[in-house]
């Protein structure tokens, strides 16, 4: 049985905004990258699961319950982490983060105290004095605090830096090796790269590919920039590779190339005058996109 299964999941705001027909599921233990752009439709899936909101079509269950009708008996298990975190401004962290496990009948504080650690909390500031990325840490904490065996994380570590980054990449190998089933999304590459299974990306409301991160880290598609000296040299490589793009002003061609056909590209490019020729790093949508091909009616 899966630990998570969406299936037809709609819930239309209007004006094509919303989720369509969204179907999923993620395997206990497994940890599943949700990725997609602003406004694609990730909060919306998580704050269903959350019982939050309910299905307009299709259902969303969790260990086989509908997250609607049961969700205070799976919110016990559970632990979320908002896109957007809203903390009250008039305690300091560690009265906030007591509230809490006093609201979960929690026995011990002992995880709690490792994860302020883990993360360098002072508890005892005020949240309203508190940066973005500190606020944030704290909403961390109280997400995992109880040790659920399942975590929804939207977008966890955005305004942490790289440091405590990394110490969350730790965090959810960790829990991973538990055998907790999370689901995450990100921006960020390297963060989905190392923690998750599988990934699925979401656009426009509609899950449009779902595929596992060794498939991922087996593409050898890489994009490169070119700055040529001359134009000459810009007009001959535009014949050898009319697919890639050219900055004609600059002198610049941008060219995505699988490996297997490198030499093909260093043998035109060794005929050249160069300036440069860098690896460009793509967005995790650029990637993904490019990798798969991916259009909208996809
Ligand atoms: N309660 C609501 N009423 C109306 N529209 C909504 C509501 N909640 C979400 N939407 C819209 O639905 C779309 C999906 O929103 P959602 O927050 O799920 O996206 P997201 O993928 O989490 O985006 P982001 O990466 O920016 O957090 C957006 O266009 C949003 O404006």
């Not at 704050?47 to 309910?54: D, E, I, K, P």
């Not at 973005?132 to 942490?160: N, Y």
């Amino acid at each position: 049985m899966n630990t998570i299964e969406i299936s037809h999941l709609t819930k239309d705001y209007g004006n094509h905004k919303g989720v369509f027909d969204v179907s999923l599921s993620i395997k206990k233990g497994e940890v599943y990258g949700y990725l997609g752009p602003n406004g694609a439709g990730k909060s919306t899936t998580m704050r269903h699961l959350m019982g939050f909101v309910r299905p307009e079509v299709g259902s969303v269950k969790i260990n086989d319950m509908e997250c609607w009708d049961d969700q205070k008996k799976l919110q016990e298990d559970m632990g979320y982490l908002a896109g957007e975190i809203a903390l009250p401004e008039d305690m300091n962290g560690l009265k906030y983060l007591k509230l809490i496990a006093n609201m979960r009948h929690m026995k011990s504080f002992a995880h709690a105290e490792e994860l302020l650690d883990l993360f360098k909390i002072d508890p005892n500031s005020n949240i309203k004095s508190m940066s973005k990325g500190m606020k944030q840490k704290v909403a961390i904490v109280a997400a995992f605090m109880h040790d659920p065996e399942i975590l929804l994380l939207d977008e966890p570590t955005s305004g942490l830096d790289p440091l405590m980054q990394n110490n969350f990449i730790e965090l959810i190998q960790k829990e991973k090796s538990k055998g907790k089933t999370i689901i995450l999304s990100s921006h960020i590459f390297e963060e989905v790269e190392k923690t998750c299974d599988r990934v699925g990306m979401i656009r426009n409301g509609k899950l449009i590919k779902e595929f596992t991160i060794d498939e991922l880290k087996h593409s050898k598609l890489k994009t490169y920039k070119v700055e040529l000296k001359n134009d000459n040299d810009v007009q001959n490589l535009k014949l050898k590779f009319p697919d890639a793009k050219f900055k004609e002003a600059e002198k610049q061609m941008i060219i995505s190339i699988n490996d297997k056909d490198i030499n093909t590209l260093i043998g035109e490019l060794s005929k050249c005058d160069i300036n440069f020729l860098k690896e460009e790093k793509h967005t995790l949508e650029e990637y993904f996109m490019q990798f798969y091909g991916g259009n909208d009616n996809v």
